[in-house]
């Protein structure tokens, strides 16, 4: 269990993010189609998975504008951006924004990531939504960065994350 605040207000996850070296655990996310895709799909490419509470709030959606914009300059990475909204607001978001660089993925169906991530809130005004998070996937699938944002309204460190990405 990780410890993290909300507005200063202490609030825990299920678990710990993986560390980099460790594989990065499978997953099943819903797209803004309602199809489902697995991390396996992805094997060859980098992956940076933005994960956050939800797409409604200022700092995810600056989160997603930012990645949107840096990994529209690279071909050799994928941008998973991971919430517990529906495919429709992740739909209705990125049509509003301009936003096509990245793939917008919902735990809809399968609520296993969270868990398998150690980013499941269990407690506190937010329990049940994700925590803010960022892990960066090698091409074999092992994990090269990750940052669990200590405070859940700040923004990740973009720069460390987009420098494991290469």
């Known amino acids: 269990m990780a410890r993290i605040t909300l507005q200063g207000a202490s609030i825990n996850t299920c678990g710990d993010l993986p560390a980099a070296g460790d594989p990065a655990p499978g997953f099943l996310l819903t797209k803004t189609d309602l199809s489902d895709f697995s991390l396996s799909e992805y094997r060859g490419k980098k992956v940076v998975l933005n994960i956050f509470p939800s797409i409604d709030t200022p700092v995810c959606s600056l989160s997603v504008e930012r990645f949107n914009h840096e990994m529209g300059k690279r071909e050799n990475a994928a941008v998973i951006c991971a919430s517990r909204d529906l495919p429709f607001a992740h739909a209705r978001f ?73």
Do not use: T, W
Request: contains cysteine.
């Open 94 to 166: 990125c049509a509003a924004n301009g936003i096509d660089h990245v793939v917008s993925a919902s735990e809809m169906r399968d609520v296993r990531f969270g868990e398998s991530y150690g980013v499941r809130i269990i407690d506190g005004p937010m329990e049940g939504l994700l925590a803010r998070a960022v892990v960066v996937i090698d091409e074999e699938g092992k994990v090269l960065y990750s940052q669990l944002v200590g405070e859940i309204a700040d923004e990740p460190d973009y720069d460390a994350a987009l420098a494991a990405v290469g």
